[in-house]
T-cell receptor, first 115, second 113 residues
């Protein structure tokens, strides 16, 4: 099992550019999520999905879109990058739909800089 | 708003020292509690979790944590740290939502050999 994979590992964007962060898991997990991590702050949930075709907003969804067309993939789209989106982005998955009931498995992270 | 507080952002210890990392939360309902760890260059991974039962839970690599409901705390402990314990440690607590945990800001632990 590769677990949770994310690409790219590093990315630099200019303000206003769009891009997609890729996330895939091969564990047949129902729950997938995107977090951002900023210095001095905990992980903050951007969007999550409890199964293919189902997505919902987390704590900080503005400026991001997601889709879940398959169980395996959960891409995160930045529509028009802003410097405030400079962060480290983590994708995670969990076997249970109820995230408090089970372990989350994390990808390696994507370090994004917006100039 | 619900919150999780990790008291120390940076901790530096020598090998063989004892470790206690604090975690306090504000949610008043039934909670599930987690400690995750990120070793340098590795993914975040689960260290231990508490759902119910014995409030003293044991995790991987000799770590343990104690849930004290009256203090809203879930402190992480290890009697004798090793250089390989150098990592960032995150506390997370369930909220009223089934789909979101509340995370602390993390504690960076450096163990001097």
């Amino acid at each position: 099992n590769a677990g949770v994979t994310q690409t790219p590992k590093f990315q630099v964007l200019k303000t206003g550019q769009s891009m997609t962060l890729q996330c895939a898991q091969d564990m047949n997990h129902e729950y997938m999520s995107w977090y951002r991590q900023d210095p001095g702050m905990g992980l903050r949930l951007i969007h999550y999905s409890v199964g293919a075709g189902i997505t919902d907003q987390g704590e900080v969804p503005n400026g991001y879109n997601v889709s879940r067309s398959t169980t395996e993939d959960f891409p995160l789209r930045l529509l028009s990058a802003a410097p405030s989106q400079t962060s480290v982005y983590f994708c995670a998955s969990s076997p249970a739909r109820d995230v408090k009931a089970d372990t989350q498995y994390f990808g390696p992270g994507t370090r994004l800089t917006v100039l | 708003a619900q919150s999780v507080s990790q008291h120390n952002h940076h901790v530096i210890l020598s090998e063989a020292a004892s470790l206690e990392l604090g975690c306090n939360y504000s949610y008043g309902g039934t909670v599930n509690l987690f400690w995750y760890v990120q070793y340098p260059g590795q993914h975040l991974q689960l260290l231990l979790k508490y759902f119910s039962g014995d409030p003293l839970v044991k995790g991987i690599k000799g770590f343990e944590a104690e849930f004290i409901k009256s203090k809203f705390s879930f402190n992480l402990r290890k009697p004798s740290v090793q250089w390989s314990d150098t990592a960032e440690y995150f506390c997370a607590v369930s909220s009223g939502s089934n789909y979101q945990l509340i995370w602390g800001a993390g504690t960076k632990l450096i163990i001097k050999p």
